[in-house]
């Protein structure tokens, strides 16, 4: 069974940084796309950075700058490096990944279960 598991969130103040990963384990045979998503109560989903498989990068626009999406394929893993934090950037950080498992030819969706980001003095 393929599971995701974020680690590395936490408490930081304004201007501090955190490196956020996500591990995939399981029967993989290969992992498209990788993303990162976050959540406040009573808010959407929201996008923040997608890495395609082939390097290709993409940022939402108040994390451009100051946000690196990166993966290690030898470890199935994809980081979300995040300095210059600021208040707004508290919530649940949620990784998500398009992978085939083996015997399967279709990418399937998973998603991670969310680590918690606060950002405060």
């Known amino acids: 069974q393929v599971q995701l598991v974020e680690s590395g969130g936490g408490l930081v103040q304004p201007g501090g940084s955190l490196r956020l990963s996500c591990a995939a384990s399981g029967s993989i045979k290969s992992i498209g796309t990788m993303r990162w998503y976050r959540q406040v109560p009573g808010k959407q989903r929201e996008l923040v950075a997608v890495?395609?498989?082939?390097?290709?990068?993409n940022y939402v626009d108040s994390v451009k700058g100051r946000f690196t999406i990166s993966r290690d394929n030898a470890k199935n893993t994809v980081y979300l490096q995040m300095n210059s934090l600021k208040p707004e950037d508290t919530a649940v950080y949620y990784c998500?990944?398009?992978?085939?498992?083996?015997?399967?030819?279709?990418?399937?969706?998973?998603w991670g279960q969310g680590t918690q980001v606060t950002v405060s003095s």
């Open positions: 998500n990944a398009d992978l085939t498992v083996p015997g399967s030819y279709n990418y399937r969706e998973y």
């Open positions: 890495l395609l498989s082939g390097g290709t990068t």
